[in-house]
């Protein structure tokens, strides 16, 4: 009689579908409990371990005390093939068969498995809007001496915005390209050149018009789109270790990323979202776009649509508002496309504050992907060229690096903020408008002379106080508003090894924001009606949002069922309530 015998491989995952599918005493009689190693498995690869074919694009994390290379032999036994060391997180890319990922997962050299998921990029008066013209012109900060590194599709360096002869000198300090490994600067997507000149443009082909928001700064560009606008965020993470290893010989202050992926796992396991917390530990601030997530494909409003690594606490997550075609600010309103929170999974109030993202005029790049299918929306300046030279484009892409920009400003005022202090003047000195709620606006609409006076303050808390009445004085803690206090240079809150929202120091001391006076106090909103996330108002006032028609995200009780999930790209959530307004919450990554 022929005998049948299972690899080791084989039956893992059988004993994995036997697990997944079957209840738990099956009619056999038979009990099977949960495998140890299933948590190591993002949910989309918890799916795919179960095919006996095809293979996934991964990147393997070593368990704790095993480094990155010793995982090689067992992917290489695995019969799968080895891509690049990710060292700022102690990981390694791979391709693995679907058939080895929970025999790989149940190595005791490995701690976690994710998907390497696909990433891309998240689509003169923007300056006047915010104010950053009064900071050159009154406060005489532009950026000089700040490093500000460019993850994106590249450069373009010779256009005279960045390079032009009779205005300063090349602000590109490095290129380096994580996708075809070329030298020489380039952009064939045209999405990089485009942020770049948001940033630190000096407006040369428009006379000065089309400047960016700190146009001395000096950039260092790290390629990770190709000339289609597609990525992996194994390149990123590479991107995020060259940051770290360079910082101080670039003097980098501040990340840009203008690119997103998806949110398919919590941000304290995915190797996007702790690569990014590596880069802010090493007191870098981390600015994101938030995503262009905020309506469905029917155009109905939607929240949840945060996208990674901006649904991470230590992260500066930047939506978009639109400046209506004018510099008043009085007529700013949100950009309907703009991400809304909370962030899916762990459920953290975002994005933290919005900036100008719908048409924003920066720099063209010819002969990339952009320049050719976008001709409407290029325009001319006013000196000869030989194309036209600027683009206007809309997105939290173009919303993150005015944000950048600020940071910039903020940095060169006073160089000793940590990205958290960072996060908190920005939050602070905001702007809130009536009729928009924390999840869609943040803390507020940026404000980057109050932010910039008050980066100054914090580094000659002598001088005088520039508290205004319009800022919203507050900021978003986590999930909950905080508010009723002022801000000081000193407080726990801005130490680098405190996360976003934490409730204590790591010394186990209660958090604080400020120095607490008789009438100068902090209040932290306690009642689960006031939490930003979970309640039916904010602060005493109606938040808006899908919970005015039921849908309260992250409840355990009837209120809130979870619908499921109808492939590995969209996860839907939704509510149980009869009343017909109550719509279903999506997002499409």
């Known amino acids: 009689m022929k005998r049948l015998a299972l690899s080791g491989r084989c039956l893992a995952i059988l004993l994995f579908a036997i697990v997944l599918t079957q209840p738990a005493s099956s009619q056999l009689g038979i009990t099977i409990g949960t495998p140890s190693w299933l948590p190591k498995l993002e949910l989309v690869l918890q799916r795919r371990a179960l095919l006996l074919t095809g293979h996934s694009r991964v990147i393997i994390r070593a368990a704790r005390g095993v480094s990155a290379g010793s995982v090689t032999t067992l992917i290489l036994s695995a019969g799968g093939t080895v891509g690049r060391t990710l060292g700022v997180i102690d990981a390694q890319v791979a391709d693995v068969p679907n058939i080895s990922i929970a025999t790989l997962a149940a190595s005791s050299l490995v701690g976690h498995i994710s998907l390497d998921r696909a990433i891309a990029g998240a689509l003169e008066r923007t300056g006047a809007t915010i104010g950053a013209p009064a900071v050159r012109q009154y406060l005489g900060f532009d950026g000089s001496g700040v490093g500000i590194a460019v993850i994106d599709s590249g450069i373009t360096p010779w256009h005279d915005d960045l390079a032009a002869p009779t205005a300063g000198a090349q602000r590109v300090d490095r290129f380096v390209d994580f996708v075809n490994g070329r030298l020489a600067a380039y952009d064939d997507y045209g999405h990089g050149t485009h942020v770049a000149g948001i940033i630190a443009g000096n407006g040369f082909d428009s006379s000065g018009a089309r400047s960016g928001i700190a146009p001395a700064a000096h950039l260092v560009v790290l390629k990770v789109l190709d000339g289609s606008g597609r990525g992996r965020i194994s390149d990123v993470i590479a991107a995020f270790d060259y940051v770290v290893r360079n910082k101080d010989t670039l003097n980098i202050r501040i990340v840009n990323l203008s ?9 304290s396991t995915d190797p996007l979202t702790l690569a990014a917390q590596q880069v802010a530990s090493a007191g870098i601030v981390v600015v994101a776009a938030a995503g262009n997530n905020g309506r469905d494909p029917q155009g109905t409003t939607q929240y949840g649509g945060v996208t990674a690594p901006g649904n991470a606490p230590w992260v500066l997550t930047v939506g978009a508002s ?14 309907a496309f703009s991400s809304r929170g909370p962030a899916a999974i762990d459920y953290k109030a975002k994005p933290d504050l919005v900036a100008p993202g719908v048409g924003i005029e920066s720099l063209s790049v010819p002969a990339s992907l952009f320049y050719a299918t976008d001709t409407r929306y290029l325009l001319p300046g006013t000196v000869p060229t030989s194309y036209l030279p600027y683009l206007s484009l ?64 914090f580094a000659a808390p002598d001088g005088s106080d520039p508290t205004s009445g319009d800022w919203s004085a507050s900021l978003i803690w986590g999930t909950r508003l905080v508010r009723g206090g002022r801000l000081t240079a000193d407080a726990s809150a801005w130490s680098t090894g405190v996360t976003w929202g934490a409730s204590t120091t790591a010394s186990g001391l209660p958090i604080d924001w400020g120095v607490i006076g008789p009438l100068d106090r902090w209040t932290m909103m306690s009642s689960a009606s006031q939490n930003v996330v979970w309640g039916t108002t904010c602060g ?45 919450v999506i997002w499409n990554q």
């Open 259 to 267: 690119v997103a992926t998806g949110v398919y796992e919590s941000y």
């Open 540 to 584: 005493g006032a109606d938040c808006g949002g899908p919970w005015n028609h039921g849908a309260v995200f992250g409840t355990s009780d009837d209120e809130t069922v979870v619908w499921g999930t109808s492939d590995e790209e969209t996860v839907v959530w939704g509510t149980s309530c009869d009343d017909p307004s109550c719509q279903p």
């Open 394 to 457: 809309s997105g939290t892409s173009m919303a993150a690096p005015v944000v950048a920009g600020t940071v910039a400003l903020m940095l060169q005022a006073n160089p000793a903020l940590t990205p958290n202090a960072v996060k908190a003047i920005l939050q602070y000195t905001s702007e809130t408008y009536d009729g928009y709620d924390p999840l869609t606006e943040g803390a507020g609409f940026l404000n980057a002379k109050g932010a910039v006076e008050l980066a100054q303050f």
């Open 322 to 335: 639109s400046h209506m075609g004018t510099s008043d600010r009085a007529d700013d309103t949100m950009a």
